[in-house]
Structure formats: C-alpha cells, structure tokens
C-alpha cells in the first residue's frame, strides 16, 4: 500500500507561478507512473501531466509550456511546477501513481490540494 500527499497548493494571481509536491511513503519504483489529474468543480477529473521512469512524458494540450512535471527519485517526490497560471487551472489537483505488479495493476491517489487563480 502507498500513501500519496500532495502540498503547495494556494491562492496566486494571474500570470502567477505555483509549486506542486507529491510524496509517496515508500520508493518509487523503475516501472511506476506519477501523474497529476485535476478537477474544476462542475467538471470531470483530467489528466494534467505524466511521467514515467522511463522518461516518456505527457501533458493536456491546455497546460503545454506552461507547466513541468518531474521527479526526484532519492525523495519520493514528484513535482508539477505551474508557471503563468490562468484563472481556467483553478481546481483541486491530485497525484496518482501507477504500480505494475505481476498479474495486476495498482492506482493510489492523494486526497488532493487546491490551486486557486484568481486577481
């Protein structure tokens, strides 16, 4: 079992940056994917950004070259630093992490923290 918590989360102006950290208790592993979802209230939950050891990354188009998904493997951390924020990336974001057993797959979610963009 994995724990997942987010933090950095808060109220910024337009045109703001942000810092989003995501720990999990326990490593995280050469075959696990750290992903950051969002959820604006009346809206469905999306993907905002993923990451794999691997290296492969993906983004939602709405947040290319405005946001960097990371990591820091020695720390159990994964990172999404939101840079020239809009009013529209208000939402609650949640980290989840993928795990790829022998014979099944596992998702862990934070309980998620809110990002809030407003002048």
């Known amino acids: 079992q994995v724990r997942l918590e987010e933090s950095g989360g808060g109220l910024v102006q337009p045109g703001g940056s942000l810092r989003l950290s995501c720990v999990a208790s326990r490593r995280i592993f050469s075959n696990n994917v750290m992903g950051w979802y969002r959820q604006a209230q009346g809206k469905e939950r999306e993907l905002v950004a993923a990451?794999?050891?691997?290296?492969?990354?993906n983004y939602a188009d709405s947040v290319k070259g405005r946001f960097t998904i990371s990591r820091d493997n020695a720390k159990n951390t994964v990172f999404l630093q939101m840079n020239s924020l809009k009013p529209e990336d208000t939402a609650v974001y949640y980290c989840?992490?993928?795990?790829?057993?022998?014979?099944?797959?596992?998702?862990?979610w934070g309980q998620g923290t809110q990002v809030t963009v407003s002048s």
């Open positions: 990451l794999s050891t691997g290296g492969r990354i």
């Open positions: 989840k992490l993928t795990g790829y057993g022998s014979s099944a797959e596992y998702n862990y």
